[in-house]
């Protein structure tokens, strides 16, 4: 079953006031330096519902979506880190 997993990200505002995420810590206290940003949009979330911005990270050798909703992030629990 697939849910949300809310993760703490570490993120900056770049001179054009873009959001960058740069690394997220997992529930469990692991944490993963996002290796490159591939594709940011507003969307919505087809698998669990809600509306927000969707970020399509690069983490090592896996391709995951992150999620920003109502001010916090969001994964889900089926991604493989």
């Known amino acids: ?3 949300k997993e809310y993760v703490d990200v570490i993120a900056f505002f770049d ?3 873009k959001l960058n995420p740069i690394k997220i810590r ?3 206290g692991s944490s993963h330096m996002i290796d490159k940003i ?3 949009k ?3 979330d087809l698998i669990l519902g809600g509306i927000g ?3 399509s990270v690069r983490i090592g ?3 995951i979506h992150l999620y920003l909703q109502d001010g916090r ?3 889900h629990t089926a991604c493989a880190l």
Do not use: A
Request: hydrophobic share 25%.
């Open 61 to 63: 050798s896996n391709n």
């Open 1 to 3: 079953m697939t849910r």
């Open 42 to 44: 507003k969307c919505p």
């Open 73 to 75: 992030w969001y994964i």
């Open 53 to 55: 911005t969707r970020y």
């Open 26 to 28: 997992l529930s469990d």
């Open 15 to 17: 001179t054009q006031g």
């Open 38 to 40: 591939l594709e940011v």
